[in-house]
């Protein structure tokens, strides 16, 4: 009996230190955003070129993405809440300099730090979620993923009615928001990991021993079958909803809801894959997608496109999820950094494969519907690839550990 209780305690305990980094990640990620709305018309009044600007926007991204592939290696030598808080300041100072750059190169640079700061918190902030939810790892990557959804919810309309004010302001309050995140990691975040052991081991020789593993290349196909499609509508369907004469608020309506989709059914679905189990959520969300992904083919409203988008993206969601609790299980606690970290970047690779493919499909064929078609194909390949090859799990017990 005191065993059991002891437990509970440390899992109370273990769950009220998730909920304060959700609240961190919630920050972190809403300050990322929330400049995003007004740095088209800042770089074209700092002088940048049509061309030029797509750069601009999505250059802390693209440095997120390729950084965090080694930057996840710090969560292996150094404190969980250490890496935050410096990502957190670095962000904030990059941020803050914004405010005065005076010609688009200097914003492309600033926003390039940014990035990297993005990507020396992130992995850290999935390093501690692997290592607290031990017992109930869908629950607390439901919590991360929620956190995320939700800050990509209010984000853009915070930065675009911060930008009324002055075209700047919003990178104001993206310094005050980091500085925020930093502060809250300190008086909230407790028994982070501790530094690993073996600072001997090459950056290389971890990467390679993450990606030796065939399991990780399943989990991989799980979490692009529902990215790179979203890449792919996310790019297209506004494309899509002018064709049909929508206005600007149904476009925005509709991508805004799959934000909102993602934070809700991560939250819930975390939670009751821990119950139940996880296989049969993964096989059906592969459906989910194609369903909505043929659905929005065949769409020719605003409701039917709100629908069968939201659809796609509650399948995107589930699959997503659950492939970083499977990854999370596989890697175990010895270089979760490194390995959370470089799982993550080659995941977020598909966000830019996917439209790029789309994108040159469309050029050559004219077709708005082979585009669509290729969105959905990943998904058809992990359907039968999860049926398959994918572990069965037990329901987790009482005490919340998985029985496999």
């Not at 700047?168 to 980091?178: E, K, M, Q, W, Y």
Request: a positive charge.
């Amino acid at each position: 009996m005191a065993l059991n209780d002891d437990q509970d305690t440390v899992d109370k305990s273990n769950l009220t230190q998730m909920y304060a980094i959700g609240l961190v990640a919630f920050i972190l990620l809403l300050s990322t955003m929330v400049c995003v709305p007004v740095l088209p018309q800042l770089a074209r009044e700092l002088g940048a070129s049509a061309t030029e600007i797509p750069i601009i926007v999505s250059a802390a991204l693209v440095t997120i993405i390729i950084a965090q592939f080694f930057t996840g290696s710090l969560a292996d030598r150094y404190s969980s809440r250490t890496l935050i808080l410096v990502g957190a300041m670095i962000g904030a100072v990059s941020s803050l300099l914004c405010v005065v750059a005076t010609d688009w190169v200097q914003l492309t640079i600033l926003r390039v730090i940014g990035g990297l700061a993005d990507a020396i918190a992130l992995p850290a902030l999935l390093t501690i979620t692997a290592t607290l939810g031990k017992g109930r790892p869908g629950k607390f990557f439901g919590i991360l993923r929620s956190a995320q959804g939700l800050s990509f919810v209010i984000a853009p309309a915070v930065g675009s009615v911060l930008s009324l004010a002055f075209l700047r302001a919003p990178f104001i309050v993206d310094g005050v928001l980091s500085l925020i995140a930093g502060l809250v990691s300190i008086l909230l975040m407790r028994n982070t990991p501790k530094a690993s052991a073996e600072h001997n081991v090459s950056v290389f020789r971890k990467i390679g021993a993450v990606f030796s593993e065939r399991r990780v290349y399943l989990y991989l196909l799980m979490g692009v079958s529902g990215l790179f499609g979203f890449g792919i509508f996310y790019s297209f369907i506004p494309a899509k909803a002018q064709l049909l004469g929508l206005a600007p608020w149904q476009v925005g309506a509709i991508l805004s809801e799959g934000a909102l989709l993602f934070s809700l059914v991560s939250f819930v679905i975390g939670s009751l894959s821990d119950r139940f189990g996880r296989r049969m959520f993964v096989i059906v969300s592969q459906l989910i997608i194609v369903a909505g992904g043929v659905g929005l083919l065949y769409s020719e409203s605003f409701v039917s496109l709100l629908v069968f988008y939201g659809l796609f993206c509650v399948g995107e969601t589930i699959t997503y999820l659950l492939c970083f609790v499977y990854a999370a299980e596989t890697f175990g606690h010895k270089h979760t950094g490194t390995a959370m970290g470089a799982f993550d970047s080659v995941l977020d690779l598909s966000l830019f494969v996917g439209p790029m493919i789309a994108i040159s499909v469309y050029r050559s064929t004219g077709q708005m519907p082979s585009v669509f078609l290729i969105a959905v194909g990943p998904a058809v390949l992990a359907f039968f690839a999860t049926a398959i090859w994918l572990p069965r799990c037990a329901k987790a017990s009482s005490g919340g550990e998985l029985n496999k």
